[in-house]
């Protein structure tokens, strides 16, 4: 079940109880809400959604390896986000990079796309981010790890499943804002008062036990300017 489907079964059973969404990749596209600012009806939250992300993590790729110029985009095709698929394709021009974009059935496609992708000369990919990938992480990391295949995520949570890199917001702050956003709309508050919010920060995590694993060289740059580092 996807965070639209939820926050849509809630719309429906009630007008009056404010409903608050703590994750969502882009509440427009999800349809959770028609207008970010200024939500209607009693349905607000975060929306973890923030322009050019897919394309920074793209870039994020190619400088941590310099020497290649074939990467890869891979989604579920079950729960696309074309958004994030259009904002990496449009990278590709400016960074002079090659991409191969790759819907999956995830998890039961992963093996034979992985091996296809590494067979491709892929040196690396962007896992566009869902409710299947996340709650599939240990298993899109094993198959990453036995295919060489060193991965970009779109945030920290996902490297407990074995990717390399991961840029994006953090979650867990998202969902203390959600919490203060029910606080405000408990205390009255009108919920349509309360817009969508957005993530202001992001933090680039690399995971080099991953990187060992893989065997991967990770350009010197991209280390120092990691905000974290996992030993």
């Known amino acids: 079940m996807t965070y639209s489907v939820i926050a849509d079964v ?22 959770l809400v ?11 939250g975060q929306s973890f ?3 050019e ?10 400088d941590a390896f310099p020497q290649a110029s074939k990467f890869a985009v891979i989604y579920n095709i079950f729960y696309p986000s074309q958004i994030q698929i259009d904002e990496a394709a449009r990278a590709q021009a400016a960074l002079g990079v090659e991409l191969v974009f790759r819907g999956i059935a995830v998890p039961e496609g992963l093996d034979e796309a992985f091996g296809a992708l ?3 000369g892929v040196a690396a990919l962007f896992v566009v981010s869902d409710v299947s990938t996340i709650t599939s992480r240990f298993r899109i990391g094993e198959v990453a790890l036995r295919h060489g295949m060193p991965m970009m995520m779109s945030n920290k949570r996902y490297l ?7 840029y994006g917001p953090d979650i867990s702050e998202g969902f203390r804002r959600a919490a203060r956003q029910a606080v405000r709309a408990a205390n009255g508050t009108p919920v349509n008062h309360l817009p969508v919010e957005n993530p202001t920060h992001f933090e680039l995590v690399v995971d080099l036990r991953a990187a060992r694993a893989l065997g991967a060289e990770i350009a010197p740059a991209i280390l120092d300017r990691a905000d974290e580092v996992i030993e």
Do not use: C, W, Y
């Not at 608050?20 to 990749?25: D, K, P, V």
């Not at 407990?160 to 991961?166: D, E, F, K, Q, R």
């Open 49 to 51: 959604h923030a322009g």
């Open 53 to 62: 992300l897919s394309a920074k993590r793209v870039q994020l790729m190619r």
């Open 34 to 44: 028609q207008s970010l600012a200024r939500p209607e009806a009693n349905v607000t």
């Open 160 to 166: 407990t499943g074995g990717a390399l890199m991961s």
């Open 10 to 31: 809630g719309a429906a059973a009630t007008t009056t109880i404010p409903i608050i969404f703590a994750a969502t990749r882009d509440a427009v596209q999800d349809g």
């Open 118 to 120: 590494k067979h491709e």
